[in-house]
């Protein structure tokens, strides 16, 4: 991957990372310390989204760096735990994106 790629890719991940629910949330719900339906959960989840749909706007972004950062897995973990829905409007505008943003830098 070429320098100014990377860096974009950085820059993507490090945006998402700062807000991601999985990282300490999700543990308080599989230790029943906290619902998959409380409404703090449910609001840092939603900015999250947000954010990663930003992100995936990062110029510079390669495919492989875009498939790096391929929000289906973590959307997965989220689903699975029952914190968010398979549909989701936030999954579902979360998912576009990324294929939108997979088919920019296809077509460049």
Known sequence: MDEPAE???QR????????????KLL????????????????AVTESWMGIYEKALDTAGLSRSGLRRIDPAPRLAVLIDAGV??????????????YDR????VTAE
């Open 7 to 9: 860096q974009a890719l």
């Open 12 to 23: 993507a991940i490090s945006a998402i990372l700062q807000s991601d629910p999985l990282i």
């Open 27 to 42: 543990q308080q719900v599989r230790l029943g310390r906290m619902k998959p339906t409380d409404a703090g959960l449910r």
């Open 84 to 97: 968010l829905a398979a549909d989701h409007p936030g999954v579902m505008a979360l998912k576009a994106s």
């Open 101 to 104: 943003a997979v088919a920019r």
